[in-house]
Structure formats: C-alpha cells, structure tokens
C-alpha cells in the first residue's frame, strides 16, 4: 500500500501535498523511474488535492498550518478512501471535525 510521508515542519498540509504531487510528477518522466509505484503516489495525491478542505484542515488542526514537527501521512484506509494521519488521528474527508 502506498502512503506518502507529508512535511509540514516549513509549509502548511495544502503546500506540502502540493510539492509531494509534483516530485512524484517529474519522477514520473524520468527514465529511471519506477512507473508503477509513481503512478500509484500520484493518484493518491490528487485524489485527496480534490477531495480534502485545507481551510477547514487548517483551522481544526494547528498542526497542519506548518511550523510544527508533526508526523503527517497520506494514505489509503481499507475501504479504499484517502486518509491523512496526523500523529495517530485519522482524518478522512468529510469527517474533519
């Protein structure tokens, strides 16, 4: 299972997602790339871009505006929906509160 490890320690939730979407984008094009596992980050990404209310994230979870040590991760729970984990909370889209 893919997940994506989110740094939030310089930037807010909706930048870091942002700058992981598109290192994962222009791996992509490399050569030497591995296609699949790319591939699979970059849907993963995109997913929760589109379906995640930064504002709303970013009010509700201090540690998700940026200049905090938090452990961030970005992943897939088993019904198949994006879930970011801050420290050990889950938070799925439209459960954010």
């Known amino acids: 299972m893919v997940t994506l490890r989110l740094d939030v320690k310089k930037h807010c939730i909706e930048t870091a997602l942002n700058r992981a979407y598109n290192r994962a984008l222009a791996a992509y094009f490399k050569p030497e790339g591995d296609r699949k596992r790319l591939e699979a980050r970059i849907a993963l990404a995109k997913t929760a871009l589109k379906q995640f209310d930064f504002g709303h994230l ?26 970011l984990m801050l420290d050990e909370q889950r938070i799925r889209p439209g459960h954010q509160g």
């Open 58 to 83: 970013r009010s509700t979870y201090p540690a998700l505006r940026g200049g905090k040590a938090a452990v961030v991760f970005l992943g897939w729970d088993n019904n198949g929906c994006v879930v």
